[in-house]
């Protein structure tokens, strides 16, 4: 791995979640715990989808997870992770964008896709674009006996929005 995206194979809190689309439709997310509650409210609002099944988990990167394998084989349920780092320059600014997802590994490809989408063609070459996919694990934690309101600090609304 890169020096530079050392930063990025650090642990991160997430809440995995079920995502149910106006027809039925539904898909697995995994969201920053930090970004949960606003993306909830603006998928909510913005794209009429319905989130449920909230859990909270930790991405763990697969060097770490290889290293203490046996202490994490005990910690909960793991699954697949990939963490996708967009790092875009923006010569207008002068700043680096710095974009993050995280997608379970069987999906990982279509939004690693999605993310070059996103990017104007004329941004993708040179040194003013870079995409990184970090492979990891998501642990689940146990939060038996513990309501994810209480967990996650939200209060329950009418219709399942926050």
């Known amino acids: 791995m890169p020096e530079d995206l050392a930063f990025y194979s650090q642990t991160q809190k997430l809440i995995r ?9 539904t898909s697995l997310r995994f969201v920053e715990l930090e970004s949960f509650q606003l993306w ?19 991405w763990i990167s697969e060097t770490e997870f290889a290293a203490k394998q046996e202490l994490y084989s005990r910690a909960g349920r793991q699954q697949p992770v990939t963490r996708l780092i967009v790092l875009l320059y923006d010569a207008t600014t002068t700043y ?6 995280f997608a379970p ?11 070059i989408e996103c990017v104007p063609a004329e941004q993708r070459g040179g040194d003013r674009f870079e995409l990184h996919a970090l492979p990891g694990q998501c642990i689940e934690h146990d939060t038996r006996g513990a309501p994810m309101e209480l967990i996650l600090g ?9």
């Not at 909830?40 to 930790?58: A, D, I, S, W, Y």
């Not at 590994?105 to 993310?115: F, G, K, Q, Y």
């Open 17 to 25: 979640c079920r995502v149910t689309g106006p027809g039925g439709s």
């Open 40 to 58: 909830r409210h603006m998928m909510h609002t913005k794209h009429q989808l319905v989130v449920g099944e909230e859990q909270l988990c930790v």
């Open 96 to 101: 680096c964008h710095t974009i993050q997802r």
């Open 105 to 115: 590994l069987e999906d990982a490809e279509i939004v690693r896709r999605s993310l």
């Open 154 to 162: 939200l209060r329950s609304r009418a219709g399942g929005s926050h």
